[in-house]
């Protein structure tokens, strides 16, 4: 088992910027990637980023590439979300994931076998 538990997020105005952690805490081993999904109020959950523990390449869906950096901390079992020049469009519950299934691709939310509580991210115009 794998407990994740989010933080970081809340209100900021349109420009603003928040950073997201995720503390991973369990069998991380068992895990190869970790990513970050989000789901704004009547609409599916998407992808926003994501990291391999063992690479340092970082993956980003096209609306969020230049805005958000997603990092980790390896020896904290901590991953990072860096959220700068928000827009209001960027509003909802940002999920944490842990990817335990090989076969789907990283921006693919059935390959997280594991996800944490989630935290309200709201941005004002």
């Known amino acids: 088992q794998v407990q994740l538990v989010e933080s970081g997020g809340g209100l900021v105005q349109a420009g603003g910027s928040l950073r997201l952690a995720c503390a991973a805490s369990?069998?991380?081993?068992?895990?190869?990637?970790m990513g970050w999904f989000r789901q704004a109020p009547g609409k599916e959950r998407e992808f926003v980023a994501a990291?391999?523990?063992?690479?340092?390449?970082?993956y980003y869906t096209d609306s969020v590439k230049g805005r958000f950096t997603i990092s980790r901390d390896n020896a904290k079992n901590t991953v990072y979300l860096q959220m700068d020049t928000l827009k209001p469009d960027d509003t909802g519950v940002y999920y944490c994931?842990?990817?335990?299934?090989?076969?789907?691709?990283?921006?693919?939310?059935?390959?997280?076998?594991?996800w944490g509580q989630g935290t309200q991210v709201t941005v004002s115009s």
């Open positions: 994931a842990a990817k335990t299934i090989t076969y789907y691709s990283l921006a693919s939310q059935y390959g997280y076998g594991y």
């Open positions: 990291i391999r523990w063992s690479e340092r390449s970082t």
């Open positions: 369990g069998r991380t081993s068992s895990t190869y990637a």
